[in-house]
């Protein structure tokens, strides 16, 4: 004997699955892991300290009259 398969709830299923993979390249190709991100910001707050730790602060509180 055949199987009953309601076609409504199988077009859902295949189109749930079709969606989920969709999804799952685009989590690939533009997302970055928790990881990722915090070492990203720690290297941006390294350099920002460099940088700032390098400037040199000019004295041009002077009026002149």
């Known amino acids: 004997m055949a199987e ?3 076609l409504r709830m199988a077009r ?3 189109t749930r699955a079709a ?3 969709q999804a799952g390249a ?3 190709k533009h ?3 928790k990881a ?3 070492a990203a910001d720690a290297e941006r707050a390294r350099i920002d300290r460099a ?3 390098a400037k040199i602060e000019r004295g041009d509180d002077r009026q002149e009259d």
């Open 31 to 33: 997302g970055r892991t």
């Open 51 to 53: 940088v700032d730790g």
């Open 19 to 21: 969606e989920q993979a």
């Open 4 to 6: 009953i398969v309601n």
């Open 26 to 28: 685009a989590r690939a």
């Open 36 to 38: 990722e991100r915090l």
């Open 12 to 14: 859902k299923a295949r």
